[in-house]
């Protein structure tokens, strides 16, 4: 192809020219590489780490005011209004309708209450879940996060926090009294501790099985919620809204709902983010479009003699085009390869000191071929211009000016 040979003649004579500007283009998708896997990945650690190990929906009974109702309902806490709920009664079958639900990850039925953790006379607030173990852990982890004793609330077996644990001296296998607001109160031995990684949740939670919490609580045939996690977090409004629809009497809250301003503080990353790389993607495309067009002038007495010789103009111009996407192509891969370079560097300085990096940083191949794609399209725009300019000398002027 004559007009490939052209322009690759044209960059080699100027190499100087073609070195910087492909230099100006490695970095500019270098950073888009770095800055946006960073980003990407920032902003997933910090999703996993607030909600990853936690329900992404809740269900819980009506909220009611009719005393017909109060043997049939549980308080729980709005900000500091107590807002009572009817319990749910009918939640098998619920449960049955949630698990063929393809979107939602996993379901799990509670009976959740306040209550205190007695041990030698010293009392410490806690929140007592009654949970299927088996369908707790699919949402909080528990087994993989058992810092002591044994993955198990069967009987009067109960799991408490390492902090809780820590605060009364308690090992696996010893005995802890709960007792209710009420007044009532039974022991329980602590078959296991786990560790949720937030000092408030270890010393504040015990998990029991829902059957012994629906016994405690006076609540048989009754929970009073269900927690979902569901694949798609993002999309936990709209599987809300759903659920909402088939279940009227229902009360459901999602995350996004209960999180707007993490939800606020994420968008505005992105969009810093996005006027970031938007800014690197204008200057990468105006330093080609200024070489090129430098490049039309050096080599104006060149297109004369070409168009003399018979070289139609979009010949002339086709040159520059490819100038610009072979510009675009080479410095993309470039940057690709300095991008991960600038990755694999940030990952082993976060993880020089604790040998664990900050957070993990992924790489992305489809991320990184759409930047590819737009620096390739980028370099091709930018060669527009030069490429109008050079199609439109006058040849015979041109060699006559020298």
């Known amino acids: 192809m004559l007009e490939l040979k052209i322009g690759m003649r044209f960059l080699k ?26 980003i990407t990945s920032l902003q997933e650690d910090l999703i996993n780490r607030t909600i990853g190990t936690s329900p992404h929906i809740t269900i819980a009974g009506a909220k009611h005011n009719q005393s017909s109702l109060r043997n049939e309902s549980s308080v729980a806490t709005s900000g500091n209004i107590p807002v009572e709920r009817e319990r749910l009664r009918n939640y098998q079958q619920i449960t049955e309708l949630l698990d063929k639900n393809e979107s939602i990850t996993a379901v799990s ?87 949720l990684e937030s000092e408030a ?50 009360g459901v809250n999602n995350w996004k709902d ?15 983010s996005y ?54 192509t080479a410095g993309s891969a470039i940057g690709i390869v300095l991008g991960i370079i600038l990755i694999e560097g940030f990952i082993l300085g976060t993880s020089l000191q604790s040998g664990q990096p900050t957070f993990d940083i992924r790489i992305r191949p489809l991320a990184i071929i759409g930047i590819a794609a737009i620096a390739l399209i980028t370099g091709t725009l930018s060669a527009l211009i030069p490429a109008r300019r050079s199609a439109g000398l006058d040849p015979i002027e041109v060699i006559r000016n020298g």
């Not at 699919?138 to 109960?158: N, T």
């Not at 209710?180 to 560790?195: A, E, K, M, Q």
């Not at 070489?291 to 007495?301: D, E, H, R």
């Open 109 to 195: 039925p509670v009976v959740s209450g306040s209550g205190f953790a007695m041990k030698s006379g010293d009392s410490t607030p806690v929140t007592i879940k009654g949970v299927s173990i088996e369908r707790a852990d699919r949402i909080y982890d528990i087994s993989e996060r058992l810092a002591g004793g044994r993955f198990d609330v069967s009987g009067s077996s109960v799991l408490i926090g390492t902090a809780l644990a820590k605060k009364y001296g308690i090992e696996p296998g010893a005995s802890i009294m709960l007792r209710l607001p009420s007044g009532v109160s039974s022991d329980f031995t602590v078959s296991g501790i786990f560790d």
């Open 275 to 328: 006027t970031i790389q938007a800014f690197v993607i204008a200057a990468v495309a105006l330093g080609i479009s200024s070489v090129l067009a430098v490049s039309v002038v050096q080599k104006s007495k060149e297109i004369g003699i070409l168009k003399a010789m018979g070289m139609r103009p979009r010949s002339i111009a086709r040159v520059f085009l490819l100038q610009g996407a072979i510009l675009g």
């Open 258 to 272: 209960e999180n707007a301003s993490l939800l606020t503080a994420l968008r505005s990353q992105s969009s810093s």
């Open 201 to 250: 949740v270890n010393e504040g939670l015990v998990f029991m099985d829902i059957k012994r919490a629906q016994s405690l609580f006076g609540s048989l045939n009754y929970v009073t919620q269900i927690e979902l996690q569901v694949e798609d977090v993002f999309a936990a409004d709209s599987i809300d809204k759903n659920i909402a629809v088939s279940l009227p009497d229902a």
């Open 13 to 38: 004579e100027g190499r100087m020219q073609t070195l910087l500007i492909l230099l100006g283009i490695s970095a500019g998708v270098a950073v888009q590489v770095f800055l946006g896997s960073l």
